[in-house]
């Protein structure tokens, strides 16, 4: 399988030649592009469920978690989920601001830089709150979402993401397999937007 030498890292003592699988990694980033245009597409078809009235308003509230959730997600979020574990139910802060640049991780990417692993697990964290939009649509203002969605990615969504995918994950440990988000998005999603609705009520 063909390689490329993707950047060289020089330290004070050695150089260290860091080698992506180029296959590996264009396939990750098209698999990134399409979980990402899950969200608009999300948008969409929430708003063709609503009235009228709240078309617009459906459509914001999706769209807006690709502009916020992003921000968080690169800030601290992805190292809250996936960074350096201080325990099997947590993160940690070591990564904040995807600082760890180019590198490859034996458990997350072994084959691709870590910044590709960590895109693409960002368009996961958009699309989930996203989810819990259609179960408040014309119940919730913009602003009071925008809010909720920073502190419901950051308390739920990011120790939930660890200790499913994360490498020393507690439900990863107890034998939980997640391949495609049924408990990180859906459960979560599902549960929080029915807790939403009921706090909100009509």
Known sequence: MATTTATIISTTTASTTLVFDSGDNAWMMVSTAFVLMMTPALAFFYGGLVDRKN?????????????????????FGFSFAFGSPVSRGFGSFADSALRFGQRLDD???PSYPLLTYAAYQGTF??????????????????????????????????????????????????????????????????????????????
């Not at 078309?55 to 800030?75: A, D, H, K, P, T």
């Not at 990615?153 to 499913?164: F, I, Q, S």
């Not at 995918?165 to 599902?190: C, E, M, P, R, Y």
């Open 55 to 75: 078309i617009l308003n459906q459509l914001f509230l999706s769209f807006v978690c690709m502009g916020i959730v992003f921000v968080q997600w690169v800030l």
């Open 125 to 202: 964290a958009i699309i989930t709150p996203a989810l819990i939009s259609g179960a408040i649509v014309g119940r919730m203002k913009v602003i009071p979402y925008m809010i909720f969605i920073v502190i419901w990615t950051t308390v739920c969504y990011d120790p939930l993401a660890h200790w499913v995918w994360g490498s020393n994950g507690w439900l990863k440990h107890l034998g939980t397999l997640d391949f495609a988000g049924g408990t990180v998005v859906h459960i979560s999603s599902g549960v929080s937007g029915y807790v939403a609705s009921a706090i909100l009520g009509k």
């Open 107 to 109: 458990f997350y990417s």
